[in-house]
C-alpha cells in the first residue's frame, strides 16, 4: 500500500540553525500538509500546499516557516532560525483531490522528531 | 477560532469492556475524521463522517455525527489490548486543513 515517507526520522539541532524536512507524499496525491505535534499534545495544522503555493496557513506558520516542492516527488519544511518551542513530531501528510474539497483524506507519514537544543 | 473539544482526556478499561470518546466542536462542521495513535506512533485514518445524523461501523467501532453537525462519538465495544492507542477526531469547516481534538488515551487491562 502507498504511504507518506518522511525523513530523517529524528533531527536534532541547535537553536538559530536551520533544518529542513523532508516528506515524500504518495505519488498520484496533490495536496500536501504539514502537522506537528508538541510531546504529549493534539497534532496542530501548520500549513498545506497545492499547485506549487500555500493554500492555507496558521497562525504558527510564521515568517520563520517556508515550504517548498523542489521536484516532482519531494515536499520540505524548512524552520530558518530554529527556537526551542519549535521542538515537536513534524508529520507531513497528503491528500488526493476529490470532486468536493471537503471529503479529502488525508494520510500521515511516521514523523520527524524535531529536537532544539 | 474552530476549537474542538474531546473527552475524556483519558480511560483506563479491563479487556471486553466498552468504551466511548466524545468529541464536540465549537462550530458547525463539514465533515468530522476519527484517527488512532498508538504511542511512538503516527495519526492512522480510521473513517470520516459527512452527513448529519450519519452512523457508520468498523467492526467492534462505531462512529456517529450529531445532527448540528457539532458533536461526534465513537464507540468501541468488548475492548482488546490492540485498541490501545490515543484516539483524535479532526473536524474540518469545507476547506481543507484539519482541526484535531485534544485527543482521548485509551488504556486496556489484559
Known amino acids: 500500500e502507498p504511504e507518506v515517507t518522511q525523513t530523517p526520522s529524528h533531527q536534532v539541532t541547535q537553536m538559530g540553525q536551520e533544518v529542513i524536512l523532508r516528506c515524500v507524499p504518495i505519488?498520484?496525491?496533490?495536496?500536501f500538509y504539514w502537522y506537528r505535534q508538541i510531546l504529549g499534545q493534539k497534532v496542530e495544522f501548520l500549513v498545506s500546499f497545492y499547485n506549487n503555493e500555500i493554500s492555507e496557513k496558521s497562525e504558527i506558520f510564521d515568517d520563520q516557516f517556508s515550504v517548498e516542492r523542489p521536484d516532482g516527488s519531494n515536499f520540505t519544511l524548512k524552520i530558518r532560525s530554529t527556537k526551542l518551542e519549535d521542538s515537536a513530531m513534524y508529520f507531513c501528510a497528503s491528500s488526493e483531490v476529490s470532486g468536493l474539497a471537503s471529503t479529502d483524506t488525508q494520510y500521515f507519514g511516521p514523523g520527524t522528531r524535531l529536537t532544539v537544543l | 477560532g474552530q476549537q474542538v473539544m474531546q473527552i475524556p482526556q483519558y480511560q483506563h478499561v479491563q479487556e471486553g469492556e466498552d468504551f466511548t470518546t466524545y468529541c464536540n466542536s465549537s462550530t458547525t462542521l463539514s465533515n468530522i475524521q476519527w484517527y488512532k495513535q498508538r504511542p511512538g506512533g503516527h495519526p492512522v485514518f480510521l473513517i470520516q463522517?459527512?452527513?448529519?445524523?450519519e452512523v457508520k461501523k468498523q467492526k467492534r467501532l462505531t462512529f456517529q455525527f450529531g445532527e448540528a453537525k457539532k458533536n461526534s462519538s465513537l464507540h468501541i465495544t468488548a475492548t482488546q489490548t490492540t485498541d490501545v492507542g490515543t484516539y483524535f477526531c479532526a473536524g474540518r469547516r469545507g476547506r481543507r486543513a484539519l482541526t484535531f481534538g485534544s485527543g482521548t488515551r485509551l488504556q486496556v487491562q489484559p
Open positions: 463522517l459527512v452527513k448529519s445524523g
Open positions: 505519488s498520484n496525491h496533490l495536496y
